[in-house]
Every structure is written in structure tokens, then in C-alpha cells.
């Protein structure tokens, strides 16, 4: 089943929010941001950019009518600031005028008087100042202190790991129009239609029922528009309600990269215990988290980087501490994998290490430790695991020990390029690990022409869930998916939305719309039974378009028994609501079942490393992956070859830079690179995870927008391989992105220690 977009996509038709045909009279918003990370702010000189032409109204924090506020979790981020500045692209000011190019011109004509306090990029920094964002987070299970004593190996080590730009095809933007009665509707490109209409509100002061929201699709999100898009639609909101005229912002490339957040980088300290049979006794991990200047969503994060810190291995006795820094960036925030990746790379990296010294494959050492059925995570969900299954079965068809022997042959007759190979087991939880957050609502009308729109909190990213919403009415009505439209999302439509995060939009939504769908299609049958003479409506079926009495046909289609129905006063639509069963989480103990499944798989990643020059190619990824039961395995499919170059990327090229002074130098696609059809691996391969087992996904279709990114990882450890090859002495620091420089520097770092030893 192709995506349902795919054809206005191809022709250029699919609307963003830059697609929108303008309002007469609508005015273009530019931001002014700070040029400094931390200071007094002192004066903001706006004269000269009044006088600029085109310029309609400048807008400071004085200004604002409602709450000059906009931090989801804590309220420690202001929309403009007022008296400090925090981060090098925090909003001083918006500029409003009659063009673009006019606001644009107008903003650089602003000057700000800042009075420079000390800036902390570092965590570690940050955590030595106690500058931290919440109290820091505890995970326990068994008791580490003792168990350690009982090891026959114990290896203790650091990891870093930088974060990653967000880079949607589409920059963060707004249109904000305003409405009759001083409300107004906003346009954002955004994962949380919600989020935004409760920043609008809060920064207009309108009750959030005068605040209309709506999304009809973005051009990718990635996290970085789950909360990040709200201040971009405040600003337009703000504009419009102090000029009465509606407000459009769409950024610059590199005015996105500079204001807005990325994925946490981390720094952590691992200890890890093992016994002689290389089983994982003790786990102890402390991550240092980079949040940026503000909360944003780094809390939950970093909540996540401790659910997964240990991967998809048991271990019996775990302590992780997280601690969330402070920091003078502009504040870091959700980036598919949701901290669960950084945490992920840690305890690969420990793995890593306790292989080295005990001169094993590190996957001698994975393999041993994977979780079985009933073993405990950390947080105390009890697992149900398919860790195992889905690494014997990726075994059985792509031979390991084999794709191992082809690359050591290699490395014996290749001096100067050699190969290395890595596995990378995954196991990500679904569902927002807060449970409040586990509920959608969907909302379907069946017309008397019998077409069927749908409508829904999810938001369409390119991840394909309109396609999957679809198919669910399509499969509940047994109607052509022609026949059903699923329309924007909408806060007047599906009010009180979770955002589109999480991997679980398909599932939250799709089973509301499952509900919907199953409540009218209860009621046409009931319309039905009569009709076609069945005893009861469990008698009646509606298969492809026709009605069916026992399994026999009968004289209704659909569309008569739609207007029958109409006739007949029954309800033709539902507004459905859908709560994941099972799930919660106490956080006084740090124990609980957050998680209505676990996502699993096992990739072998293969790279070739040219040992002169320090560039490598990825040569092959291949995965066992656990979709449950795919229902749609052309958007899967997708998911899958995309998370996991989005996951090479991050691990291997992509490379966030700040200088001291809190300046992003990475700040355009001539600086930042990600990867390009000719750095994607050249061969991904999977197969499906054969499993009977039930799950709470939609139709058993277990969610996968973020888990493939995490196969990535495994490009890390297989370039550590390769330059392990070139030179058994050299131990690279587990330190990403490892891109060709480092790579370089690495290959020929005994080298130059011992040139310097002689001299
Ligand atoms: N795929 C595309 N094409 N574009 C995106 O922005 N976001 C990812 C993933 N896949 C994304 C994507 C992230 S971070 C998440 S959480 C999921 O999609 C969200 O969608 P889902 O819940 O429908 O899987
Ligand atoms: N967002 C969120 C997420 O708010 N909570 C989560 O648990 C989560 N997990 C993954 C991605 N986004
Ligand atoms: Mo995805 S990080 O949950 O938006």
C-alpha cells in the first residue's frame, strides 16, 4: 500500500506551511536574536529599525499582553528576553513589516546593549557550578555496590556523545490570521498543535478556545517541532494581535540552526562489572546532560536515556544517575530516539571497552547478556523479550561469524583500507513515558455520498500516519482507501492532543480511529439486520462495499445502507477517545510498566575505513527488525532505511560545533554535513522478525518512526573495528560523531606517540 500522499508529493502539490495563499494585508515577522550567550540585557536600541522601510511595528517583552512565557515543563523560558540573556539566538525582538526582505533588513538594524555575565558550555562545568535543571534522576535495580566486589572483570571509562541537528526539510515556521472577536487561527508547522495553542494562549492571554490551530502536514520534524515550534507561532501570534493583521514566519536555514535546540549531547562515566563467563553483573552509569539554557523537554530526555541505559541487555544489578546541566546553548531538546540513543551508546561503549581488554569480540559479550523473557529492566518492567529471537534470526540469514571472516581476510591482505564489522541489538519502549500522555482522540464522519473523513490528533511528518489512519477506516468500513480522506489536524476538531512523538502516533491514534470506525459500523449493521432479514446485526457484514447476511450477498451496497442509515436518524459519525491499558510510573520509586510493548531487532553494521586518508564507506547494514505484523511495509520499510541513515549520520559526519563564546559554527549546510546518497551505506538489508506473540500496537503493528535510527550506532563501533585493525595498540575514546578527522587522528595517534617518545 503506497503512502497516501505520494502522488501530490511527486508532483509538487503537498502543502506546507509555506504553501498557504496569503492573506491580503498579511505582514512577514524576523526575529532578533541575541549575538551574546549570557548577560545583562541593558538597552535594546530599536529607532533605527523603526525608521526602516517597510517596518509596521517592532516588538520587546514590554509588549506582550499575556505571560512573556513559554517553557512547557518549568516556566524558565521567556518568549523575548526582558533582563538576561541565555543563549547565543535567544529572541530579543520581532520585527514586523510589510515584506520579508523589508523585516529582514529592518532586524539587523537593531542593537542590544548586554552586559556579559560568564558562559558555560560543558556539563561537566555546569554540574560542578550545581547549575542543573531538575534535581538529578535515580534508576536502581539489584545492588551494585557489593556486586562489584564479585566480579571477576570490572572496566571503568568515559563517553561523549554530541548531539545533531535537527535539519526537517522544512524550518520551523508560523502564519498566524486573525479571527472575528480578537481570536485568531495559526498555522504551525508543528508536532503539537496543542503545545502551540496553549503557548498562544498564554503569551495573548485568550483562552485557549479562541485559538485555532491547525496542521496539515510538515516537512519532516524529527523532535525538534515537538515543542520547538511553539515560539514561532507565539511571535506571529503576538504580532497579530497587537497590529489586527495576520503574521508569517517561516526561518532561514540558518536562522533555524542558530535559535533553535538540537538532540543533548552527553558526557557519561561507566563502570561495568563481569564475570569470568562474561556475564554483566554490575552496571553503574552517571550522564552528564547538555540541556541548553532551558528546560524545554530535557528532563523527559534525560528520563529516557536512564530507561534505556541498558540497551537491550539484562543486568542484574544497575545504578544510573542523570544529571540535567545547564548550560548557555540555545535549549536542547527531542530528537527521534529521545535521549534513549545517547543512553544506548554509553553502555555499547562500556561492552566496547570490557572486549578490548579481555581481547573477545565485543559481540561474545552482547550475545551473553541479552534479555530474556521475564527479566527486569531497571525500572521494573518485566520484559518480554525478543532480543534473543531477533538476533539468531538475523544470524540464521546473514552469518555473522561469516560477514566476520570475510572482513578479517580482508584486513590480512589490505594494508592500508581495512574492515570492521559491529552488531547492535535495540530495544526502545513505546509510549510516552508519561503516562498521561498515552491517549488520542479521532474523529470520523461517514457521508451520504458514503465517503469517510477522518480526522485525528496525529500529525503527518512523512512518517506516514495518515496512510496508516487510513488504512484503519479503509480496514474497519472494508471500503477502498480512495473512499477515505484524513484531514488536518486540528485543535477545534481533536482537542487536548499529545504531540506526534514518541513512535506511538500510529498506535494512539489509529486505535481511537479504530473505535470510531467499529461504533458506526455497530450501528449500520444494526440499521442493517432488519433490512436484509438477519436475525441479529452480528449476522450482517459489510465486506468491500457490499452488505452480507451470514456470508451470503444481499441487496445493499454501502451507499444504501449510508442513506438508510441517514434516513433512519442514526449517527453517522464518532468522536472516539483511546488510553493505552496497563501502563504507569511512579517516579518515588522509579519503578513501574511504562511501556505497552518494547520495540526489538539486531543489526550487523560493516564499514571499510581508507587508513591514509581516514575517510570510510559504510558498506552494509542488515537487520533482524520486530514490526509485530507490519500493516503497512512500504511506509515501515521507509522508516527503517531513513532512521538508520539518520542514525549513521549522527554517529559518523554530523558534527554540532559551539566555540567557547556559546557560537553555533556549524551553522550552515557548508559546515554541518549530513549524510548524502553517496554516504548511505550501499547495502540495507532486513528481514521481519518472525513472531506470534500479541501487542498493544494497532492491528499488532508495532511502532518504528524512532528504533531503526538506533542500528546507526552500530556504525561507530564498526569504524573503532577497522582502525583496530590497522593498528591492534590504538584504543580510540568513545567520542562522537567519529568523523574522518578523528578517524585520521586516531589511526596514527601510536604513531606519533611513539615519534614523540624518540625525540
Ligand atoms: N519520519 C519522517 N519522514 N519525518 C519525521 O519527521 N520523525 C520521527 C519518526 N519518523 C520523522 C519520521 C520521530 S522523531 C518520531 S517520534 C516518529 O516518526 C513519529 O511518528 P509516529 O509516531 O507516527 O511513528
Ligand atoms: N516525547 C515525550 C517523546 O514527551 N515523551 C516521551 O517519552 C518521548 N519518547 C520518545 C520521543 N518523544
Ligand atoms: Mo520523536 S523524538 O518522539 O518526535
Not at 460 to 484: D, W, Y
Amino acid at each position: 500500500m503506497k503512502n497516501v500522499d505520494s502522488k501530490s508529493h511527486v508532483r509538487g502539490e503537498s502543502v506546507y506551511l509555506d504553501d498557504i495563499p496569503l492573506i491580503e494585508g498579511t505582514l512577514f515577522a524576523c526575529v532578533y536574536d541575541s549575538q551574546v550567550a549570557h548577560g545583562v540585557l541593558k538597552i535594546v536600541e530599536i529607532s533605527e529599525a523603526e525608521k526602516s522601510e517597510g517596518v509596521v511595528k517592532i516588538i520587546t517583552a514590554k509588549d506582550l499582553i499575556g505571560e512573556n512565557q513559554i517553557g512547557g515543563i518549568f516556566p524558565d523560558e521567556p518568549l523575548f528576553a526582558d533582563t538576561e540573556v541565555h543563549f547565543q539566538g535567544m529572541p530579543i525582538a520581532l520585527v514586523l513589516a510589510e515584506t520579508e526582505e523589508q523585516a529582514r533588513s529592518a532586524a539587523k538594524k537593531i542593537r542590544a546593549e548586554i552586559e556579559p555575565l560568564e558562559i558555560v558550555t560543558d556539563p561537566r562545568v555546569a554540574f560542578a557550578k550545581n547549575n542543573l535543571i531538575v534535581p538529578p534522576k535515580h534508576f536502581k535495580l539489584g545492588d551494585t555496590e557489593n556486586a562489584f566486589k564479585n566480579c571477576e572483570y570490572v572496566f571503568e571509562g568515559r563517553a561523549d556523545v554530541n548531539g545533531q541537528e535537527h535539519l526537517y526539510i522544512e524550518t520551523q515556521g508560523a502564519y498566524s490570521i486573525p479571527t472575528e472577536q480578537g481570536g485568531m487561527r495559526v498555522y504551525s508547522s508543528t508536532q503539537g498543535p496543542t503545545a502551540v495553542q496553549r503557548c498562544v494562549s498564554r503569551v495573548t492571554g485568550l483562552p485557549m478556545h479562541a485559538v485555532e490551530v491547525d496542521v496539515t502536514r510538515l516537512g519532516g520534524g524529527f523532535g525538534g517541532k515537538e515543542d520547538q515550534a511553539n515560539a514561532w507561532a507565539a511571535v506571529c501570534a503576538v504580532g497579530t494581535q497587537l497590529t489586527k493583521r495576520p503574521v508569517k514566519y517561516a526561518l532561514h536555514r540558518m536562522e533555524d540552526m542558530r535559535m533553535t535546540g538540537k538532540r543533548n549531547p552527553y558526557s557519561a562515566d561507566y563502570k561495568i562489572g563481569l564475570d569470568k563467563d562474561l556475564k554483566i553483573v554490575a552496571y553503574q552509569v552517571v550522564f552528564y546532560q547538555n540541556a541548553g539554557a532551558s528546560a524545554d523537554l530535557s528532563p523527559p530526555v534525560l528520563e529516557r536515556t536512564l530507561f534505556h541505559c541498558t540497551n537491550s541487555y539484562f543486568v542484574p544489578n544497575v545504578t544510573a544517575t542523570g544529571y540535567s546541566c545547564r548550560t548557555n546553548l540555545p535549549p536542547n531538546t527531542a530528537f527521534r530516539g529521545f535521549g534513549g540513543p545517547q543512553g544506548m551508546f554509553v553502555i555499547e561503549s562500556a561492552i566496547a571497552h570490557a572486549a578490548e581488554k579481555l581481547n573477545v569480540p565485543a559481540s561474545q559479550i552482547q550475545q551473553k547478556n541479552l534479555i530474556n523473557d521475564g527479566d527486569e529492566f531497571p525500572y521494573g518492567q518485566i520484559a518480554e523479550s525478543e532480543a534473543v529471537t531477533s538476533w539468531t534470526q538475523a544470524d540464521e540469514k546473514f552469518d555473522f561469524a561469516k560477514l566476520q571472516k570475510e572482513a578479517d581476510e580482508f584486513n590480512r591482505q589490505n594494508k592500508f583500507v581495512k574492515k570492521g564489522v559491529a552488531l547492535m541489538p535495540v530495544c526502545f519502549g513505546i509510549s510516552f513515558t508519561k503516562t498521561p500522555m498515552n491517549q488520542a482522540r479521532s474523529l470520523v464522519h461517514v457521508y451520504t455520498d458514503g465517503s469517510v473523513a477522518v480526522s485525528t490528533g496525529a500529525v503527518e511528518m512523512g512518517q506516514g500516519v495518515n496512510t496508516k489512519i487510513a488504512q484503519v477506516a479503509s480496514t474497519v468500513f472494508s471500503l477502498p482507501i480512495e473512499r477515505v480522506k484524513v484531514h488536518t489536524t486540528n485543535t477545534l476538531r481533536i482537542a487536548n492532543t499529545s504531540p506526534t512523538a514518541a513512535s506511538a502516533a500510529a498506535d494512539l491514534n489509529g486505535r481511537a480511529t479504530q473505535i470510531a470506525c467499529e461504533t458506526i459500523l455497530q450501528r449500520l449493521k444494526e440499521v442493517a439486520a432488519p433490512l436484509v432479514e438477519a436475525e441479529t446485526p452480528d449476522d450482517v457484514s459489510i465486506e468491500n462495499g457490499f452488505v452480507f447476511r451470514k456470508g451470503e450477498p444481499t441487496d445493499f451496497d454501502w451507499l444504501k445502507l449510508v442513506n438508510e442509515a441517514h434516513m433512519n436518524r442514526v449517527n453517522l459519525s464518532e468522536h472516539a477517545h483511546y488510553a493505552t491499558q496497563g501502563i504507569h510510573f511512579d517516579w518515588s520509586i522509579a519503578k513501574g510498566h511504562p511501556f505497552a510493548y518494547h520495540t526489538y531487532g539486531t543489526a550487523i553494521v560493516g564499514v571499510s575505513v581508507d587508513c591514509l586518508r581516514g575517510i570510510y564507506t559504510v558498506d552494509f547494514v542488515k537487520a533482524c527488525h520486530d514490526f509485530g505484523s507490519s500493516m503497512n511495509t512500504s511506509v515501515d520499510y521507509g522508516q527503517i532505511e531513513g532512521g538508520i541513515v539518520q542514525g549513521i549520520g549522527w554517529m559518523t559526519m554530523e558534527e554540532v560545533v559551539y566555540d567557547k563564546s556559546g557560537k553555533l559554527r556549524s551553522n550552515a549546510l557548508s559546515t554541518y554535513k549530513i549524510p548524502d546518497i553517496y554516504s548511505v551505506p550501499k547495502t540495507i538489508e532486513f528481514i521481519p522478525l518472525e513472531t506470534t506473540r500479541e501487542n498493544l500496537a494497532i492491528f499488532n503493528s508495532k511502532a518504528v518512526g524512532e528504533p531503526p535510527l538506533m542500528y546507526g550506532i552500530g556504525a561507530y563501533f564498526a569504524i573503532r573495528n577497522a582502525v583496530k585493525a590497522f593498528n591492534t595498540e590504538i584504543s580510540p575514546a568513545f567520542d562522537t560523531p567519529f568523523t574522518p578527522e578523528k578517524v585520521l587522528m586516531n589511526l596514527y595517534s601510536e604513531t606519533v606517540k611513539k615519534m614523540k617518545a624518540k625525540t
